[in-house]
């Protein structure tokens, strides 16, 4: 798993047996440990890894300035372009479904602030994410290697039509939501995989779990949601 590159840094200066390596205090660690314990664990997500990655994650990074000191509270913010991030339980839920180990290869459709790309990359090999705002992905991208979040790979596109170049993967994660489940999506799901997408109307919508099961699709409903829609050949049409 990728350490934030200034972390890396830190331990090649003064790591040796006598001085351990000092980690800067982070000021927010605090308010992340107690957005896991009552937004997420107290909620009933209990897998450790996904618990240790959203503890790991400077949230406060991935937000606008003027909405810092709100970024581990209970609920999505604003980052530009009439998008937001996804509330911290609704990325912990999402990520939980998915349910994995570390050698997985997932797509992301929608990276938006890259934060949930970040939970990603702590818990799977790889990460391949499409994003159809130029802006966007060009901030989250310079972001995420800022943080050292290495194995994030950023497209800029239409993700309805997911990266066949790239398939199959092992998870999809959609972060957007969409009115039915994207065809070229569910090609690109691995024997076995898992895809977790928010299906709907624009006003509200639930998770929907999708299993590659033999030759068919094993689809169960899980919370309800509120997200931005996917826009585009294959989610909402531009208005
Ligand atoms: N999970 C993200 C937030 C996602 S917001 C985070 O952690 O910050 C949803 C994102 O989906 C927005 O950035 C929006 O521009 C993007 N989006 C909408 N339709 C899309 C499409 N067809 N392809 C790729 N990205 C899309």
Redesign the pocket.
């Known amino acids: 798993m990728p350490e934030p590159a200034e972390l890396r840094r830190g331990e090649q200066e003064s790591g040796s047996a006598e001085s351990p390596p000092q980690a800067a205090p982070d000021p927010y660690a605090e308010l992340r440990r107690e957005m896991v314990k009552k937004q997420i664990r107290a909620r009933g997500i209990s897998d450790p890894r996904v618990l240790s990655a959203m503890e790991r994650v400077p949230r406060h990074e991935?937000v606008p300035d003027v909405h810092r000191a709100r970024a581990y509270e209970d609920s999505?913010l604003p980052?530009g372009?009439?998008?937001?991030?996804?509330q911290p339980y609704i990325?912990a839920a999402m990520t939980a479904a998915l349910q994995l180990t570390g050698t997985e290869r997932v797509l992301?459709?929608?990276?938006?602030?890259?934060?949930?790309?970040?939970?990603l990359s702590l818990l799977a090999a790889d990460v391949y994410t499409?994003?159809?705002?130029a802006p966007?992905?060009h901030s989250?991208s310079e972001r995420l290697a800022r943080l050292g979040y290495a194995n994030v790979h950023v497209h800029?596109?239409?993700?309805?039509?997911g990266l066949p170049e790239f398939a199959p993967f092992d998870a999809i994660?959609v972060?957007?939501s969409a009115p039915a489940i994207p065809a070229p999506l569910a090609a690109q799901l691995a024997q076995g995989g898992r895809m977790i997408i928010p299906i709907g109307d624009t006003d509200s919508q639930e998770l929907r779990l999708l299993e590659h099961i033999g030759e068919g699709f094993h689809v169960r409903s899980l919370d309800p949601c509120r997200?931005?829609?996917?826009?585009?050949?294959?989610?909402?049409r531009e208005s």
């Open positions: 991935f999505p980052i372009e009439g998008q937001t991030i996804s990325v992301e459709i929608g990276i938006g602030s890259g934060y949930q790309a970040a939970i499409i994003e159809r705002s966007l992905a989250a800029c596109g239409d993700g309805t039509l994660l972060g957007a997200f931005v829609p996917l826009v585009g050949r294959y989610g909402w």
